[in-house]
C-alpha cells in the first residue's frame, strides 16, 4: 500500500538557518503530495502541494518539488523564523480520480530558536 | 467561509460508556473526511463520504465505529463500548471534488477524546 516516510526528528535551528526536511513515499500511479503544518495548539493547516511530476509547491517562504524519479518531496526554507516552530506532516493521495485519502507520514517536530 | 468545526474540542469519558462527536465541514464541500491521530504520529484514515454516501472504511474502524452524513452535510462519528485504546484526537476534514479528480482536505482542530 502508500506510505510516506519522514526523517526522524525532533529537529531544532536557530533563527534565519536553512531548513530541509525530507520526505519520500510509496505510491502506484501518480500521487498528490502535500506538506501540512500543525502549530502549538491548532488544527492541521495545508502548507504547500504539487499535484505532477516537477511541480513546486511554494507557500509563506517554504518549497517542495515533486520529484517522481527519486520519489521524494523535500520541504525547504532559506532562512527560518521562531514562528515557524511547529509539528511538519508530509502526505499524499492516490491518482487524481481516486479516493483521496491522505496518507501522513509520522511528522517532525521543528523547534526555532532565537 | 468558516472553516471546519468538530465538537466537542474535548471528551473524557470511561471504559464501556458511548461517545459521539460531530463535524460541521466548509458549506458545499462535498467530500467529508474523519481521521484518527495518536500522540507522535500521523493522522490515520477512517472513513470518507461523498454528499450522504459512505464510500470507504479503513479496517481500523471497528464495528464499534459507526460514522453517518445524513443530509451530506455534517458528520457524526459514534463510538460504541469506548475501550483505552480509543483514546486519540479524531479529525475531521472536507474538500470539494470538482470535474478536474483533485481534491484538497481541509481540517477542523479536532475532537480529543480520553477514555479512563
Known amino acids: 500500500g502508500d506510505s510516506v516516510t519522514q526523517m526522524e526528528g525532533p529537529v531544532t535551528l536557530s533563527e534565519e538557518a536553512f531548513l530541509t526536511i525530507n520526505c519520500t513515499y510509496t505510491?502506484?500511479?501518480?500521487?498528490?503530495l502535500f506538506w501540512y503544518v500543525q502549530y502549538p495548539g491548532e488544527g492541521l493547516q495545508l502548507l504547500l502541494k504539487a499535484t505532477k511530476a516537477d511541480d513546486k509547491g511554494s507557500n509563506k517562504g517554504f518549497e517542495a518539488t515533486y520529484r517522481k524519479e527519486t520519489t521524494s518531496f523535500h520541504l525547504e526554507k532559506g532562512s527560518v523564523q521562531v514562528s515557524d516552530s511547529a509539528v511538519y506532516f508530509c502526505?499524499?493521495?492516490?491518482?487524481?480520480?481516486?479516493?483521496?485519502?491522505?496518507?501522513f507520514g509520522k511528522g517532525i517536530t521543528l523547534s526555532v530558536r532565537p | 467561509d468558516t472553516g471546519v468545526s468538530q465538537n466537542p474540542r474535548h471528551k473524557i469519558t470511561k471504559r464501556g460508556q458511548n461517545v459521539t462527536f460531530r463535524c460541521d465541514p466548509i458549506?458545499?464541500?462535498?467530500?467529508l473526511y474523519w481521521y484518527r491521530q495518536t500522540l507522535g504520529q500521523g493522522p490515520e484514515f477512517l472513513t470518507y463520504?461523498?454528499?450522504?454516501?459512505?464510500?470507504?472504511k479503513s479496517r481500523l474502524l471497528s464495528d464499534r465505529f459507526s460514522a453517518e452524513r445524513p443530509k451530506g452535510s455534517f458528520s457524526t462519528l459514534e463510538i460504541q463500548r469506548t475501550e483505552q485504546g480509543d483514546s486519540a484526537m479524531y479529525l475531521c476534514a472536507s474538500s470539494f471534488l470538482g470535474t478536474e479528480g483533485s481534491d484538497t482536505q481541509y481540517f477542523g482542530p479536532g475532537t480529543r477524546l480520553t477514555v479512563l
Open positions: 463520504f461523498q454528499n450522504e454516501a459512505q464510500l470507504e
Open positions: 502526505a499524499l493521495t492516490p491518482w487524481a480520480g481516486a479516493n483521496s485519502k491522505l496518507t
Open positions: 458549506s458545499e464541500h462535498n467530500r
Open positions: 505510491a502506484t500511479g501518480y500521487p498528490s
